[in-house]
């Protein structure tokens, strides 16, 4: 089976995406799956700045550092490079899906479409909604982890 390869995408790459990542990769690593992460913005707007403060104190409440992450914008090898590109909403979806080349490897959804009850669904943004948004968006980014990941590392 061919190592998974997952990108995390939200708007501008400092708050969902991060938290998503991080999570995917304390996930795995715990599994003892081998796979790459990362995460990107479909918008321009932070690239090469640090996650949110409140996106770092987040994960730093579940022993996770994500300060030195770096946003970073979606570009066409993403496409390429990645086996699934998982939107957090259908705004950044629609603008994935737009850049997306015919015939790209990768799978795109939205990373709730993972978790049963729950497809559809997306991960708002909590930018402008204060601390405790941040803590619902790694509960949300959490959901499907441990059975998702446990079931590619028995491939």
């Not at 300060?67 to 993403?78: A, F, H, M, T």
Request: hydrophobic letters at 35%.
């Amino acid at each position: 089976m061919e190592k998974p390869a997952i990108l995390f995408v939200c708007l501008g790459n400092i708050c969902r995406s991060p938290l998503a990542e991080a999570a995917f990769r304390d996930a795995a690593e715990k599994a003892g799956l081998e796979a790459e992460a990362d995460s990107a913005g479909t918008a321009d707007y932070h690239v090469g700045n640090p996650p949110d403060p409140r996106s770092v104190e987040e994960a730093s409440k579940h022993g996770l550092d994500i300060s030195g992450y770096s946003g970073r914008q979606l570009v066409i090898e993403d496409f390429e490079r990645f086996t699934h590109i998982f939107a957090m909403d259908h705004q950044n979806l629609r603008n994935i899906e737009a850049l997306r080349p015919e015939g790209s490897r990768a799978h795109v959804s939205l990373l709730m479409d993972l978790v049963p009850g729950r497809e559809g669904a997306a991960i708002a943004d909590p930018y402008h909604d204060g601390e405790e948004q941040f803590e619902y968006t790694w509960r949300m980014s959490t959901r499907r982890r441990r059975r998702w990941w446990s079931g590619w590392a028995e491939n």
